[in-house]
């Protein structure tokens, strides 16, 4: 039997779509988020943007507002010092949409963005819980030190750590463990729970492990893409990674079967740095040198990585920052990960349902 719809039988059968956006000091990139997303090839009837914002001290609010009068369909909450899982929750329990996209006021859409992971959702199987895409550095920023991050986690030895960039580089349509700016069926949040906001970042991956627990899967889809500001500053990354170290222990402790050998790698890579204070002490040549051909292995490693980066990029300094940043991103992790085991404590999460 063949259906034949109209435009306007498509343009009903849509779903209604709630973004979601939590939001703290983003006057730099609030106002291009938005327009990115209002600029959609999705019908304007058909969804809505939600501002939860945690107390910005900057003009974040007043833009969001100033915007408000431009487009009719922007929400905005204020909430007291909500962090971004407790900002996400409050939009989710505020939409009024059947699919809720998971996004970010530093971030920008294409324009098919909500269209595609809203309609693939919309139109697959029960089983698909949610639908995400790729995550790229705009083309707009321009500072060496975020094309640099971006650079190295997008390769197996900076991004393999951090679950959420496994999947970010597949050329194919596919399922993957975790997705991010990631559209979802409402009714999951109520069989799973919701973002949980104890961890310091990360949330989205320890929910996508629940929803795959539960026996949902999550589908990758590279037909469009979400554009993500990286952190310019060298500090700035060691703290993101830090946290991200932090929340994947976390993780583990509440989750243990999700644990991998890869997770913590790094753990024991801060371990074996600080050894060289203790040999120092014993005053041993033969382990000094068993010490350090470990170190050279490891930065023949990430040299060898870089150089890598260097020739498909044919950018010189990379040779010189990517080393610095690889071991950055591996020792903050590895620390972030070493904090978090003391004291070992079974968590329960205020984000996961009673059921």
Known sequence: MIFNFGESDLHEGLAFVSVIIPTKNEEKRISSCIESLENSDYPKDKFELIVIDGCSVDKTIDIVKKMQKKYKNIRLICTDGANTSVGRNIGIKSASGDIIINFSGHALAEKNFIRILSTKLQYSENSIAGVGCKDRIPMDQL??????????????????????????????????????????????????????????????????????????????????CVYRYRREKLKDFFWQMFNYGRSRMQIIKAHLNSIRLVYLIPALFVVYLFTFFALLFLKNMMLFTAW???????????????????????????????????????FAYGLGLLLETVPFKQRSYEGRSSE
């Open 143 to 224: 500072s060496s030190i975020a094309q640099y991050i971006e650079c190295i986690t997008n390769t197996k030895l900076g991004g393999s750590i951090l679950n959420q960039y496994e999947n970010m580089m597949l050329p194919e349509e596919g399922f993957a463990d975790s997705i991010s700016f990631t559209a979802y069926k409402r009714e999951i949040f109520e069989k799973v729970g919701f973002f949980d906001p104890a961890l310091p970042s990360g949330d989205d991956a320890e929910l996508n492990l629940r929803i795959r627990k539960a026996g949902y899967k999550l589908l990758y889809t590279p037909t469009t």
């Open 292 to 330: 350090g051909s470990v170190f050279s292995i490891y930065f023949l490693l990430i040299l060898g990585f870089s150089i890598k980066l260097l020739f498909s990029k044919k950018n010189l300094k990379l040779l010189i920052f990517c080393p610095i940043l690889y071991f950055i991103q591996h």
